[in-house]
């Protein structure tokens, strides 16, 4: 019973360093400035600069703002923002707190705090919300979902969403009081209800960090208008590898009644 008590007490105590997994280091923008990628800081309400990138949209283009997941940084997701500048969309890439070399350290909260000054970052570029997709990935889904049930956007896109990480993470410790323990529980199938936006959720059957019933559970607690749109192929990693990202990009353009385009990346 002392052994219980002492895996609960570590697991407790570290269960930040098992739920995000930053790579601090200063993401480069490289050749996406030829694309018009564009370095940005965001402005957080609890007083942290944040580095993210930036592209604007043509005038009444939609504007993915990405949420990503909980590894790495946004330099990771460079291929996505060449496929959504392709489409001819714009981009805001959210940074993090202590992703990427910015300050602070992640939290719900923090994320949340993060993702709204994002919008605020928006709101100062004069790019109306009904130009706004949210777009999270992973556990940046939970972010997404949890912004977008009191913020009014176009649309709503998940990637391998999950219906809280409570529940994923009692999947993954079945030997754990989960729910007790947890800080951070990025509870989305209690928001899902309140989101007004179509949403779309894209998913690998054989995802075995998030397990695709998680996402199937979310999408039924979602209200219409709703998609949902899945690969037999890939885990975790390969939504957008197996036709994710292409389904992503078609979803905006119903959404905004627009052509098809594929610009060829710069």
Same mark, same amino acid.
């Given at each position: ?215 199937? +559970?979310?999408?039924?607690? +979602? ?36 052509? +098809?385009?594929?610009? +060829?990346?710069?």
């Amino acid at each position: 019973m002392l052994g219980y008590a002492l895996v609960l007490g570590l697991l407790f105590i570290g269960q930040r360093r098992l739920l995000y997994h930053p790579d601090a280091t200063r993401p480069v923008l490289g050749e996406l400035a030829t694309l018009g990628v564009r370095e940005v800081t965001l402005r957080t309400a609890d007083g942290l600069a944040l580095l993210s990138w930036y592209l604007r949209p043509p005038d009444g283009a939609p504007i993915i703002v990405y949420l990503h997941g909980n590894g790495g940084h946004i330099g990771y997701r460079a291929e996505r923002i060449r496929q959504f500048s392709g489409a001819g969309f714009g981009i805001l890439m959210v940074g993090y707190r202590g992703y990427g070399g910015n300050p602070g350290a992640p939290s719900e909260l923090g994320l949340l705090t993060d993702a709204r000054a994002a919008l605020g970052f928006l709101d100062e570029q004069k790019i109306a919300p009904r130009q706004r997709v949210l777009y999270g990935e992973s556990l940046g889904s939970g972010v997404a979902v949890l912004l977008a049930a009191h913020t009014p956007v176009a649309a709503l896109i998940l990637e391998s969403p999950y219906t809280s990480i409570s529940d994923v993470a009692q999947y993954h410790y079945p030997f754990v009081p989960v729910r007790w323990l947890l800080r951070d529980p990025f509870d989305a199938l209690a928001a899902i209800g309140a989101v007004a936006a179509p949403s779309l959720f894209l998913q690998a059957a054989d995802d075995h960090v998030i397990p695709p019933r998680f996402g199937r +559970a979310l999408y039924a607690a +979602a209200p219409e208008p709703k998609k949902s749109w899945s690969t037999a192929s890939g885990g975790h990693n390969d939504v957008g590898r197996y036709g994710g990202t292409a389904a992503a990009i078609a979803f905006v353009q119903q959404q905004f009644a627009v052509p +098809a385009v594929n610009h +060829a990346a710069k």
